[in-house]
Every structure is written in C-alpha cells, then in structure tokens.
C-alpha cells in the first residue's frame, strides 16, 4: 500500500518517507522533485545554525577517541562539494562492503562523551567518520520511546530539532542532507543502498531488515509527533534529522527516513513537533 501525499497545512504531521522510485526525490507535501545537482548546501563547507503517515512501519578529539585501524582517515568535512559540477555525486567512490554474516572487518573506533561519559561505537565509512549507534544524551527537550528509559537504552533518545542542531558532542556534528547522501553513494548509490545501512535485527515490517554491510546499524526507533500526541513506529521506521532546512518553509527540516525500501528517503519534519534520532558526524 503506498503512503499518500499529505499538505502542508497538516502542520503537526511528520512528513517523511517518500513514495517516488525515480532517480530524483520527491519531498513530501511539496510536490517539488529535485535531483543531485540541485544548489542545496553542504554542511561541509557551511553549518547550519540553527517522518509519514506509513505502513504498520563527546566529546572526542583525536586523543579521546580510540580507532581500531592503524590507518589514516581525514575528516568528513574534506569532502567538498564542487559548484561547477553537473553531478557532483559523481565523485563521490563507491566503497565496498566491510562485513557479512561470516566476518567483519569494518574500522571501528570509540567515542566517549565528556559530558556524561557515554561511549559510543564509531565506524569509518570512506572519509566519513559515523556514529554507528544512536545519540542518547540527555537534552533538555530529548525524550525516550513512550518514555521508557529501556527504549532509550536500545534506541537512543528522540529529539526536537532544536535540541538536534546542538546536541552532538565536541567534535562531531549533525550531517547535512549532502552528507547523508555521500554516505549513500559510498553504500552504491541513493537509491540501492538503503537495506546496506539498516541493521540485520529488530525490523518487524516485510522485508526491512538489512545487511548492515558498513557496521552503520539503522535501527527501527519510531519517532513522536504531536498530531497523534504519541510515539509511532517503532520496529518499523527510523528517522534522522539532517542540518538542512526546507528552505520554503521556516519551520520545516529535512530528515532521512529508513523503512523497507533500498532508496534515500529524504522528507521534511518540523521543527516543533516532531522528535527523531540523531546519529552524528565527526567534524
């Protein structure tokens, strides 16, 4: 059954995973497809400062955290975004898969949280450094899947996009939309990598599970949003904030959503009512 389309003017509703299979992406309430080549901004080189009605779906410096690799990684940030290119995805390589169900040999490292001495495991993806587990720092505005501190522990913490924007530790960063995509396109392109990302466990909607070939491990953590006054989807989905705003709209975000198909699904949240997980990028 596909998602329907859903107004704008539904303003308390997650507005996420997108139906259109095409090589473009359909943001959802807009009805304005855009490809790669659009001028959308890259958190590499500018910061921002400041999901659906769907189917049953620290701080680290270099000395502080520990990597498992003896090789030399240089930041995500490096990865520049050329303005005169036609297709600047284009040169972003394809990265072969780390693991399998027989062996991993992925490069991981640790992130420990100066704040509140979470540590997280950390994982390479091409020159992109990743937190392979969700954020579960403690906001002022984070929350806990219908407020059990269990679903915390599995799933990390939802946040609102404010808290979002400033949450991640020193260090590391929330991604853009364009670094969410390089991370695809490592994987084998924006709209094949999808299950290549999703854990292997924990999905309960047909076909979701994934391969987890990168160690990046997407879990099904559901999201809240105000129009339902409730927490939806766990097992089912995964939302993420991005940095970048809708642009036609203050009080909309892009957010990425993993569900049970293969392509980036990139929708809008907003800003106020909806709360989502935040995964974060090592400057």
């Given amino acids: 059954m596909k998602i329907p389309y859903i107004s704008l003017l539904a303003a308390s509703l997650i507005i996420a995973c997108s139906d259109d299979d095409s090589d473009t992406f359909l943001v959802r309430g807009d009805d304005r497809s855009y490809t790669d080549d659009e001028d959308d901004v890259s958190s590499s080189s500018v910061r921002s400062s400041s999901s659906s009605e769907r189917r049953g779906s620290s701080s680290s410096e270099e000395s502080s955290s520990s990597v498992q690799s003896s090789s030399s990684f240089s930041s995500s940030s490096s990865i520049a975004r050329s303005s005169s290119s036609s297709n600047w995805l284009d040169t972003i390589p394809y990265i072969a898969p780390c693991r399998d169900d027989y062996e991993d040999n992925c490069k991981y490292g640790t992130l420990v949280d100066e704040r509140d001495g979470q540590e997280y495991k950390t994982v390479y993806i091409g020159e992109q450094i990743w937190m392979a587990e969700n ?30 924007i400033e ?13 969410w995509k390089i991370l695809f396109t490592y994987a084998g392109g924006v709209d094949v990598s999808a299950s290549k990302l999703r854990s292997s466990y924990d999905w309960e909607c047909y076909n979701c599970e994934g391969t987890d070939d990168y160690g990046f491990s997407v879990l099904p953590a559901g999201g809240y949003r105000t129009m339902y006054n409730g ?3 766990l097992h089912y989905d995964g939302y993420f904030w991005t940095s970048t705003e809708f642009g036609y709209n203050d009080e909309q975000v ?13 929708g809008s949240g907003l800003k106020f009512d909806n709360t989502f997980s935040v995964r974060c990028l090592k400057n």
Avoid at 254 to 264: G, H, I, K, S
């Fill in 135 to 164: 954020l579960k720092y403690v906001s002022e505005n984070s929350e806990c899947y219908d407020d059990s501190l269990k679903n915390c522990d599995v799933y990390g913490r939802l946040y609102p996009w404010a808290d979002a």
């Fill in 167 to 179: 949450v991640c530790p020193s260090g590391w960063h929330l991604p853009s939309l364009d670094e």
């Fill in 231 to 233: 927490f939806r989807y």
């Fill in 254 to 266: 892009y957010n990425m959503c993993f569900d049970d198909r293969e392509m980036l699904i990139d």
